[in-house]
């Protein structure tokens, strides 16, 4: 019995999407958790909601997995209505963020409830549990209670505990949220390669928008309970839809209305990306080519950060900018504050913005 | 001197201003630093005192009691040790009748409460709004500041011949036994609900939301992982209920008809019979009956996480 395989029969139809919202409300009194989101997760997918606290990702997680009530609209999981069904009818299971580990049991005993509740002898709910450690790596600490585990390890177990029933669909509410900045990029690693090797649907909730950029398949931005965008991590980080996702997915700069008319010459909001800058000691007199823009600048500040430089300018014209420079090796890279620069990017790097909202 | 002679000499007209930066000077608080055995003398001291006084001093001076007698015919205290006050205790059966309904009482009293105690105290944690739930502990705190005379004589009112038990068709036990654990069970509520309460606070909802996505149905839920959990709230809860029955001795001769519990032989003893000695034997048996539980209690490690 191997957790790694999930046969195809068990599968719904190819087509068949792992998890179908369409036109999803949920109002807690006055206030409007989420508004009409429509949404396809395909089977297998590492799906990201990348949003601030308060924009609605963890609601709509909470509705997939039945701890919320729907005000309006549907949730299918592989094309059964299960909008009314309660969480344990539903083939889905929850990482929670505080892992929600049962204190007065073992790790192991843990990681077997939910094979408990389905009534499997005991020396089969033993080996799944221990074979499900040992994909986490904490094969030797079932006797432990989770008070003598450190946060990674509560961590691992609470996903052990998850995928033990090989649910189609996994749920993650900000997993790596507590955890520490060397930990969390070690569990991203295991994270993406534990959804790759069991074939699971990952459903992963988070307001790191870097960690969303890494791991996802596709990700979807929310904001004010609504998706402002969706598509794969290249499409949101290269081509934002709107100020917001531009702003909330990376830094960037952006140039409302008036500002792209005045140094770029074209109407609506813009965007171009810190790392598109290219800077330039001193005042540049060449006429800047038809394909480029080229402004002047005075370095704000300078800060260093490892891999690189970050600049912040201000133009001629009183624009704040925001340069990223990598490190190539020279000493002599770093602008220092007061320095008259030259800022030159390529039009094709400026986005357009949708405008509105 | 090199040092002195660069202070401009129009500082030395002035006080000198607090400084803002270095040490403090404070000796006392310096030397209580250091001292860490003053500190816990002198933080210590007084509780101590105090319990000495009321709890170990009151004790020992109510085991000494019990050891003595008195002269029938002077009815003087005779200050020459005997276990004769144990003696009656033990062969006398009236007063192991008395002890066995006094633990009877307590016992139908506190498994009352916690039956009671539960689903409220899970309202008010779980279910309840925090406006609710606010509302809900006043309610149940309110009753602990009204006067307890006042409280069993609206229940002797409440279950007397044609009272209000009556009007609503419920029908009155009368004034007995059941009476009395109806009247303590209205008035050591509170006492079990807290606790309850307070340990399912502690819960967290996504321990009882963890257990629904593994598939636990509610009733599982609530066995396998709420029950667990809550055991050393219900624990401290029938602590208090238990202990606080065994001593009372007004509600049963309030509502209690003519049953007596041990408090009763104790106030009498101690009073009207004028027998001192042997009311301290009788409260001796609360007192190690209380002791047996603890200890047992104390094995099945429920008082650890209380």
Request: glycine share 8%; charged share 20%.
């Amino acid at each position: 019995m191997s957790l790694s395989t999930r046969a195809p029969a068990e599968t719904a139809a190819v087509d068949t999407p792992a998890i179908t919202l369409r036109g999803l409300r949920k109002t807690f009194g006055d206030v409007v958790a989420v508004d009409a989101v429509d949404l396809d997760i395909a089977d297998g997918e590492f799906f990201s909601m990348l949003g601030p606290s308060g924009s609605g990702k963890t609601t709509v997680l909470r509705l997939i997995a039945g701890f919320e009530q729907a005000t309006a609209g549907t949730v299918r999981l592989g094309g059964t209505d299960v909008t009314r069904s309660a969480p344990f009818e539903r083939d889905v299971h929850t990482v929670f963020q505080d892992y929600a580990l049962f204190p007065h049991m073992s790790v192991l005993d843990n990681v077997a409830y939910g094979l408990r509740v389905r009534g499997l002898k005991k020396a089969e709910r033993r080996d799944r549990a221990q074979q499900a450690l040992e994909t986490v790596r904490l094969g030797h600490l079932g006797a432990r209670r989770p008070a003598q585990l450190s946060g990674g390890q509560r961590q691992r177990v609470a996903l052990a505990r998850a995928i033990v029933l090989q649910p189609r669909v996994l749920l993650l509410d900000e997993p790596l949220g507590a955890l520490d900045l060397k930990l969390r990029e070690q569990m991203q690693v295991e994270l993406k390669q534990l959804q790759r090797e069991l074939g699971i649907t990952f459903v992963f909730v988070t307001h790191d928008q870097e960690e969303a950029l890494t791991l996802s398949d596709r990700i979807a931005v929310f904001d004010a309970g609504r998706i402002q965008q969706l598509g794969t991590p290249r499409e949101i980080y290269e081509n934002p839809a709107s100020a917001y996702v531009a702003g909330f997915v990376g830094t960037t700069n952006l140039f409302d209305a008036a500002t792209s008319q005045r140094i770029l010459g074209v109407a609506g909001e813009h965007a171009v990306r810190p790392e598109r800058l290219r800077l330039s000691p001193g005042s540049d007199t060449e006429t800047p080519r038809a394909d480029e823009v080229r402004l002047d600048a005075v370095v704000v500040e300078t800060i260093y950060l490892g891999t690189g430089n970050r600049v912040h300018l201000r133009t001629s014209e009183g624009v704040d900018l925001v340069a990223l420079e990598q490190s190539t090796g020279s000493l002599d890279t770093r602008e220092h504050r007061g320095d008259d620069v030259t800022v030159r990017f390529a039009r094709a790097d400026v986005v357009p913005l949708a405008s509105g909202s | 001197m090199s040092v002195t002679s660069q202070v401009p000499d129009a500082r030395n007209d002035q006080a000198p201003a607090p400084a803002l930066r270095g040490p403090v000077a404070r000796p006392g608080s310096r030397l209580l630093h250091r001292m860490v055995w003053l500190r816990l003398s002198l933080l210590l001291s007084a509780p101590l005192a105090w319990m000495l006084l009321v709890y170990v001093v009151a004790l020992a001076a109510l085991l000494i009691t019990s050891l003595w007698s008195v002269d029938s015919l002077s009815s003087e205290i005779d200050r020459s040790w005997t276990l004769d006050n144990f003696r009656t205790l033990a062969e006398n059966e009236v007063y192991r009748n008395v002890a066995l309904r006094t633990v009877g009482v307590a016992v139908a009293v506190t498994v009352i409460d916690v039956a009671i105690a539960l689903p409220i105290a899970f309202y008010m944690a779980k279910v309840a709004t925090p406006r609710a739930r606010r509302m809900l502990v006043v309610a149940v705190l309110t009753p602990l500041w009204a006067s307890y005379l006042v409280k069993v004589f609206s229940w002797r009112v409440v279950l007397s011949e044609g009272g209000l038990a009556e009007w609503t068709g419920l029908g009155s036990p009368g004034y007995g036994l059941t009476a009395v654990v109806i009247t303590q069970a209205y008035i050591w509520l509170p006492y079990v609900i807290l606790p309850i309460f307070a340990a399912l606070e502690r819960v967290p909802d996504s321990l009882l939301e963890a257990a629904g996505d593994l598939g636990a149905p509610t009733g599982m839920v609530l066995r396998s992982i709420v029950m667990p959990l809550l055991v050393p709230g219900i624990v401290a809860g029938a602590i208090f209920s238990f202990s606080l029955t065994m001593g009372d001795y007004i509600t049963v001769n309030i509502v209690g008809g003519a049953n007596q519990m041990l408090g009763n032989l104790i106030f009498i003893n101690a009073g009207a019979a004028n027998n001192l000695p042997l009311a301290a034997a009788i409260a001796m048996i609360p007192i190690a009956v209380m002791v047996v539980l603890l200890t047992a209690i104390r094995r099945t490690g429920a008082l650890e996480n209380m």
